[in-house]
């Protein structure tokens, strides 16, 4: 029941912000898909693996996902992005470095620190090596034609 819970919140979470972000009012229950799918790779990946490799592999998801969504409604792909990784932004982690600095716990805010830094670059990753990769196969392919 809270795994389930959790996907749903996750959901409402990517819908409340594409409504910040101002998505198109007919896409904006269409943007939460990609945000729950993630959400479910980073919930089934988190018990066997690091939080920054699960949230690696939920955000190749959420990018693969995005960019489909993307062309398929005609829209730029950051309408799909930039709520969909919502969930996965590690927000508790900066506000445990923030908590801990405050505190004068130096080595916990260290910590924290780098737990954040490390999640918040899985993402860009993902995001660098799916993009990159549909770019080289565009170009691939249109070269190809050109033969």
Do not use: C, W
Request: glycine share 6%; net charge neutral.
């Amino acid at each position: 029941m809270g795994f389930v819970i959790q996907v749903i919140g996750a959901y409402i979470a990517t819908i409340t912000a594409a409504i910040t972000v101002e998505a198109p009012k007919s896409l904006i229950m269409k943007t939460g898909i990609p945000g729950a799918a993630g959400y479910i790779v980073y919930l089934l990946a988190i018990d066997s693996m690091d939080a920054s490799l699960a949230t690696f592999f939920a955000s190749i998801l959420i990018v693969i996902m995005g960019q489909a969504s993307a062309r398929y409604y005609k829209a730029p792909v950051t309408i799909f992005y930039i709520p969909a990784f919502f969930p996965l932004v590690p927000g508790s982690a900066m506000y445990h470095t923030a908590f801990h600095f405050i505190n004068g716990d130096s080595q916990l805010a260290a910590l924290s620190f780098v737990q954040a830094m490390l999640i918040a670059g899985a993402i860009a990753l993902a995001i660098f090596l799916v993009d990159s990769s549909l770019e080289i196969y565009k170009f691939l392919k249109n070269k190809r034609e050109q033969i």
